[in-house]
Nanobody
């Protein structure tokens, strides 16, 4: 069983930066891919970024490419999302997720069986 806990959310002005963290426990962190998703009020959960088990492969949603960077530190069992040049439309609850079953990097939510509780990011204009 994998437990995930996000932190680092908050309120920031447009153009600002935040770094989210996702601490994992249980399982073997270095063996599974990790992803960030987000859900804005009244909208469906959407993919943000994914990183392979051994850092080297990443994929981003077009809306965040060039502004967000996903990374992980397997020694610390932690994944990060550095968010720069934030926009009001980035306002959402951000969730981290773990896929312990596949080696392919999925951008849909179904393959991810473990989820954190979410952390709120609010970008003011």
């Amino acid at each position: 069983q994998v437990q995930l806990v996000e932190s680092g959310g908050g309120v920031v002005q447009a153009g600002g930066s935040l770094r989210l963290s996702c601490a994992a426990s249980g399982g073997t962190f270095s063996s599974y891919s990790m992803a960030w998703f987000r859900q804005a009020p009244g909208k469906e959960r959407e993919f943000v970024a994914v990183i392979s088990s051994m850092p080297g492969s990443t994929n981003y949603a077009g809306s965040v490419k060039g502004r967000f960077t996903i990374s992980r530190d397997n020694a610390k069992n932690t994944m990060y999302l550095q968010m720069n040049s934030l926009k009001p439309e980035d306002t959402a609850v951000y969730y981290c997720a773990a896929d312990t079953r596949h080696s392919v990097l999925f951008t849909t939510s179904e393959p991810y069986h473990y989820w954190g509780q979410g952390t709120q990011v609010t970008v003011s204009s």
